[in-house]
């Protein structure tokens, strides 16, 4: 089930978005968000929401890691469950708007499983998914204060230069100069005391690099948030990763090995490792609304000129 909208009218759709002040961040409530198609068969630790369907390569268990709660749907599914063993754990709920194919284990007390109205699931989603693609146009704002040292491939560097009064430490970095440099590792050169916002431009990467020393913990793994703001393709062919990944208009791809720890916000994702509950800790305060690009607000207003035009011509 293929979302309507293309990649490039998402991302133009963003630039227009007037940014809703954040009751909580996306990444620190769901554990996964799929805009179109989610295709796993692995554990993911938290709550999990796709706007399109959910296909199932063996068995997926979801949920293990949240408190026992009847009220919580571990499970959000706007399209159709496809075959495929689904378990709910810890007694939690799964919710879908289309057709359920798969086979179906809720374990604990007081889950369930039920289906629900898909226009208005649908609406609730687009209503959620704003707000990941907001998020992202919010941190891609930001002004860098901190460096990513990448003068030695094999020892790079993340430096922080935030003051202490500063909330986040904030990189821009290019993937093709450091994600994507084959065999290439990074790490903190001292541990964070903020949480930490890395910027990562580029369309189509392939992740070749890895975090290692304090990254490559779970501890700080939750204080790391990766906005791929304009990618398209991603590409995780390392043994896992570490932080949460922010790419609303990316389809995903994961390895077999390794685990993914931290939350992902995705255009599309298919991988069958585990996903963990590092989920990013930082709720963006109340931002100003989004600005656009110079040369988009210009074909907006010449298309609303346009418009004006043609309704003076039928007045006539």
Do not use: C
Request: no cysteine; net charge negative; charged share 15%.
């Amino acid at each position: 089930m293929k979302n309507i909208l293309s990649k490039r009218a998402l991302l133009i759709s963003a630039l227009f978005l007037s940014q809703p002040a954040f009751a909580s961040g996306t990444l620190d409530t769901y554990n996964l968000i799929v805009k179109d198609d989610l295709t796993s068969s692995q554990h993911i630790y938290e709550k999990v929401i796709v706007g399109g369907d959910l296909h199932i390569d063996g068995n997926l268990e979801v949920g293990s890691r949240i408190n026992s709660d009847p009220k919580v749907d571990a499970v959000s599914v706007v399209g159709d469950i496809n075959s495929g063993l689904l378990k709910a754990m810890q007694g939690h709920n799964i919710v879908y708007g289309g057709v359920n194919s798969a086979n179906v284990e809720l374990n604990g007390s007081g889950g369930s499983i039920r289906q629900e109205n898909q226009a208005q699931l649908g609406q609730e989603f687009d209503v959620l998914y704003d707000q990941v693609m907001s998020e992202s146009l919010y941190y891609k704002n930001l002004t860098a204060n901190s460096i990513f040292d990448t003068s030695d491939t094999n020892n790079m560097k993340l430096i922080s230069g935030a003051s202490v009064s500063d909330p986040l430490q904030i990189y821009d970095i290019a993937a093709t100069d450091t994600l994507s440099v084959q065999n290439a590792s990074f790490d903190f050169s001292s541990k964070p005391t903020t949480p930490v916002v890395i910027n990562v431009s580029g369309t189509d990467i392939i992740i070749k690099s890895k975090a290692t020393g304090s990254f490559a913990t779970q501890q700080f793994a939750s204080m790391v948030l990766w906005n791929f703001y304009e990618a398209e393709s991603i590409e995780f062919s390392q043994d896992g990763w570490y932080g949460s990944v922010l790419a609303p208009y990316a389809d995903i791809t994961a390895g077999n090995a390794g685990a993914m720890n931290g939350s992902i916000a995705a255009l599309s994702y298919e991988g069958n490792i585990e996903i963990h509950n590092a989920l990013y800790n930082y709720t963006p305060p109340t931002p100003p609304t989004a600005v656009s690009e110079p040369g988009s607000l210009i074909v907006f207003a010449t298309g609303l000129l346009a418009l004006i035009r043609i309704q003076r011509r039928k007045r006539v």
